[in-house]
T-cell receptor, first 114, second 113 residues
Framework: AQSVTQLDSQVPVFEEAPVELRCNYS??????LFWYVQYPNQGLQLLLK??????LVKGINGFEAEFNKSQTSFHLRKPSVHISDTAEYFC????????????FGDGTTLTVKP | NAGVTQTPKFQVLKTGQSMTLQCAQD?????MSWYRQDPGMGLRLIHY???????DQGEVPNGYNVSRSTTEDFPLRLLSAAPSQTSVYFC????????????FGNGTRLTVT
């Protein structure tokens, strides 16, 4: 069984400040990790993914995430946020045995203030 | 390229009514799934399918039925709607392997009164 914990339900931050959204996971097998973003009244879209190789992965809109196997974490970061980054962010995990199923965290609402 | 298409976008039902939420994808994806999203609870898997004719239950299947007669379509049926089924429903698809990210529809907002 696998699970995902997003450590912050809400993160308020001022425009142009850095931000980190935290995600921990548990799994008994090797995993693939994803961050999705959901803008108001829209579906989820892929922000970035870790499949293998380099532990630092870059995604769209200037976001990046670092996979840390020893700490079972996959934290999302951006050095300078914009108002348009206001959205809900979901961390998800899947493995090679579940035919495409993903388990999601509860989400983190990022609010960027002017 | 339409991706994943869900209809309707909004629906209001009375308790006990039935309805079908439609989902179609044009990416030839093997895997399709239905999630419900409730405030503070993330996305919870209702049912999923790994190919035409094959379906299975997810985390919260009670009160919902699915079928998969074609690769493209994966409808979700509510047989007798209850207020607890008020939620936003998302359909998603991928290539059917763990490394493949999910592609989501824009959701159906359902209210049961």
């Amino acid at each position: 069984a696998q699970s995902v914990t997003q450590l912050d339900s809400q993160v308020p931050v001022f425009e142009e400040a850095p931000v980190e959204l935290r995600c921990n996971y548990s799994s008994s097998v090797s995993v693939y990790l994803f961050w999705y973003v959901q803008y108001p009244n829209q579906g989820l879209q892929l922000l970035l993914k870790y499949l293998s190789g380099s532990t630092l992965v870059k995604g769209i809109n200037g976001f990046e995430a670092e996979f840390n196997k020893s700490q079972t974490s996959f934290h999302l970061r951006k050095p300078s946020v914009h108002i348009s980054d206001t959205a809900e962010y979901f961390c998800a995990v899947s493995d090679g045995t579940n035919a495409g199923k993903s388990t999601f965290g509860d989400g983190t609402t990022l609010t960027v203030k002017p | 390229n339409a991706g994943v298409t869900q209809t309707p976008k909004f629906q209001v039902l009375k308790t006990g009514q039935s309805m079908t939420l439609q989902c179609a994808q044009d990416m030839n994806h093997e895997y399709m799934s239905w999630y419900r999203q409730d405030p503070g609870m993330g996305l919870r898997l209702i049912h999923y399918s790994v190919g035409a004719g094959i379906t299975d239950q997810g985390e919260v299947p009670n009160g919902y039925n699915v079928s998969r007669s074609t690769t493209e379509d994966f409808p979700l049926r509510l047989l007798s709607a209850a207020p607890s089924q008020t939620s936003v429903y998302f359909c998603a698809s991928n290539k059917g392997v763990g490394r493949s990210p999910l592609h989501f529809g824009n959701g159906t907002r359902l209210t049961v009164t």
